[in-house]
């Protein structure tokens, strides 16, 4: 069974560009998680979907929005991209709303120059 | 705010030793804790968790201790593997916002032959 897939890969963009990020969750999985990861940090919470609907938010500004397809695959959407928003950005899903453990991509590495 | 501590940024050690990984946190509220590791170009996966209820779990090689009095859990890998070789990353989540989950900043474990 495929994991979870994230694309692209890579991506470079400049300031002030917007970037589309996609997710497809593992299959069976209908909950969708966005994370953040700084060289040097830990992951940071961005956001949860479940069945379409937005489960979770963490303290991120508004040019930060996502969606949650019916085929439960998803999209992180950042606009105005500053040079704070270079990270890995993980995309994890799980089979229900509750459940503590998130199987996670292997990520985007996003570059704003 | 980091609520999640891992205070050793790398941890070296000999193949066939045990490898002793901790993480330290401020929140009262966790109830539930995880490790996962991370290699180079792949996310994060997961390797073992803990409710608040136990103080032990055992997973092969892996066994993770819980301390909540101290607000301390560790991650033993017993014999240590040059494949273990990796970031580790201790992970928490509490009830009322379990899809939150916060991350502490990683420990390289580097297992050497």
């Known amino acids: 069974d495929a994991g979870v897939t994230q694309s692209p890969t890579h991506l470079i963009k400049t300031r002030g560009q917007q970037v589309t990020l996609r997710c497809s969750p593992i299959?069976?999985?209908?909950?969708v998680s966005w994370y953040q990861q700084v060289l040097g940090q830990g992951p940071q919470f961005i956001f949860q979907?479940?069945?379409?609907?937005?489960?979770g938010r963490g303290n991120f500004p508004d040019r930060f929005s996502a969606r949650q397809f019916p085929n439960y695959s998803s999209e992180l959407n950042v606009n105005a991209l500053l040079l704070g928003d270079s990270a890995l950005y993980l995309c994890?899903?799980?089979?229900?709303?509750?459940?503590?453990?998130?199987?996670f991509g292997s990520g985007t590495q996003l570059s704003v120059l | 705010d980091q609520q999640v501590k891992q205070n050793s940024p790398s941890l070296s050690v000999q193949e066939g030793r045990i490898s002793i990984l901790n993480c330290d946190y401020t929140?009262?509220?966790?109830?539930?804790f995880l490790w996962y590791k991370k290699y180079p170009a792949e996310g994060p996966t997961f390797l073992i968790s803990?409710?608040?209820?136990?103080d032990k779990n055992e997973d092969g090689r892996f066994t993770v201790f819980l301390n909540k009095s101290a607000k301390h859990l560790s991650l033993h890998i017993v014999p240590s593997q040059p494949g273990d070789s990796a970031v580790y990353f201790c992970?928490?989540?509490?009830?009322?916002?379990?899809?939150?989950?916060?991350f502490g900043a990683g420990t390289r474990l580097t297992v050497k032959p």
């Open positions: 979907y479940y069945e379409k609907e937005e489960r």
């Open positions: 992970a928490a989540s509490a009830r009322y916002n379990n899809n939150d989950m916060r």
């Open positions: 994890a899903s799980s089979n229900r709303d509750s459940s503590r453990v998130v199987f």
């Open positions: 299959s069976g999985h209908k909950s």
């Open positions: 929140n009262s509220m966790f109830d539930y």
């Open positions: 803990i409710s608040s209820i136990k």
